[in-house]
């Protein structure tokens, strides 16, 4: 028997984890190789209903096994209380292989607590394999805290797999040793894959009231959404294209908070053009995705499943790399 401990903190994590936890259960039900027990801890980096529990819903994952419920807090005080809890359930459960996915904070902090812990004596291993899904892209920016977690955490892994061929120039620049590398695919889009037509079944249009051709919003990179002078020509922005096409906004719960403090909510709410929601559901939001005229976006996955899709995507973002992960 293999024992795989999965991670999982924040939402794009969950889709992400969909598709692995469907190839072990296809494993262990045509394979005749080792059964696999696979666990899943959660974090609770991410623990609304909309940002986590739908999720788990919308893509048949189950539930999971430990959730460490750590909430919300600075860089530092949410890496390290992972940390803090994720070490004593690595030491009594002791996989085989610790799975870790994406460069969220919870991504870096159990990688790094696996890199350094030693199982107890008699243990047939010192401690796990770490395996980095979707290993080796970079956005050549240190500024994002998302950059920073790929680093580390590629650096600290035994296995890397990657999304595309390219990620194995970086990681070699790196210093990582080609045998590590393994060129698997993407996870997100396999989901994306599965779940697509599903998506078709989704009322949430009727439930917003899009009614015509609509561009459709996301913001949350805190480069984009935690000061004043960029979130703000950003809703004037929004305005300006509300007035030539419906402007459809789920809004993630660190812009809403921006938008709050910095007086601009109200702007938004008072648009007759622009609907806003809350943060949506997988199936409904992909709804939102394949229908959209074109989506205007500062998230790396987002920008993957457009492409996918084959509906124009705007990305708001400084870097200026082809690849804007
Ligand atoms: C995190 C990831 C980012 C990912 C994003 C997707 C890091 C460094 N960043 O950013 O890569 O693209 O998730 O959403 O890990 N909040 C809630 N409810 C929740 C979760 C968060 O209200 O369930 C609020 C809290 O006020 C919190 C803020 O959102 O302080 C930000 O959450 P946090 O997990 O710190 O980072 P994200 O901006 O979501």
Redesign the pocket.
């Known amino acids: 028997m293999l024992k795989i401990m999965s991670i999982a903190?924040?939402?794009?994590n969950f889709m992400k984890l969909a598709s692995i936890v469907r190839a072990v259960e296809q494993h262990n039900n045509t394979s005749s190789g080792p059964v696999i027990n696979h666990i899943i801890v959660h974090t609770g980096?991410?623990?609304?209903q909309k940002?986590?529990d739908s999720f788990f819903v919308d893509l048949g994952i189950p539930q999971p096994d430990i959730n460490l419920e750590v909430g919300?807090?600075s860089?530092a005080s949410?890496t390290a209380e992972i940390m803090k809890r994720f070490e004593p359930v690595l030491l009594e459960q002791c996989p085989d292989i610790l799975l870790v996915v994406?460069?969220?904070?919870?991504t870096i902090a159990c990688t790094l607590v696996a890199a350094k812990i030693e199982y107890p004596v008699g243990h047939k291993r010192r401690r796990p394999i770490i395996v980095h899904v979707e290993a080796g892209l970079r956005s050549f920016d240190r500024d994002m805290?998302?950059e920073v977690?790929r680093i580390l955490t590629d650096a600290i892994s035994d296995l890397l797999f990657t999304t595309e061929e390219l990620c194995l120039s970086y990681l070699q620049r790196e210093g990582v040793a080609e045998d590590k590398v393994h060129f698997v695919g993407n996870v997100m889009i396999d989901t994306l894959m599965q779940h697509v037509e599903k998506a078709d079944l989704s009322i949430i249009r009727e439930q917003l009231g899009v009614d015509r051709s609509y561009a459709l919003v996301t913001l949350?990179?805190?480069s984009n959404v935690d000061r004043l002078e960029t979130l703000e020509p950003l809703v004037d922005c929004l305005e300006k294209i509300a007035k030539r096409q419906l402007v459809v906004f789920p809004i993630?719960?660190?812009t809403k908070?921006s938008l709050q403090t910095f007086g601009l909510y109200q702007r938004l709410e008072d648009n007759q053009d622009i609907i806003i929601a809350g943060p949506l559901g997988y199936l409904d939001f992909l709804n939102l995705i394949k229908n959209a005229s074109v989506v205007i976006t500062d998230?790396?996955?987002i920008q993957e499943e457009t492409t996918v899709l084959k509906v124009p995507c705007v990305t708001l973002r400084e870097n200026r790399n082809a690849r804007l992960l």
Not at 9 to 12: T, V
Not at 102 to 106: A, P
């Open positions: 903190g924040a939402r794009p980096q991410h623990y609304d940002m986590s919300s807090g860089h949410q994406g460069d969220v904070n919870s805290p998302e977690n949350h990179r805190p993630h719960p660190r908070n998230s790396g996955g």
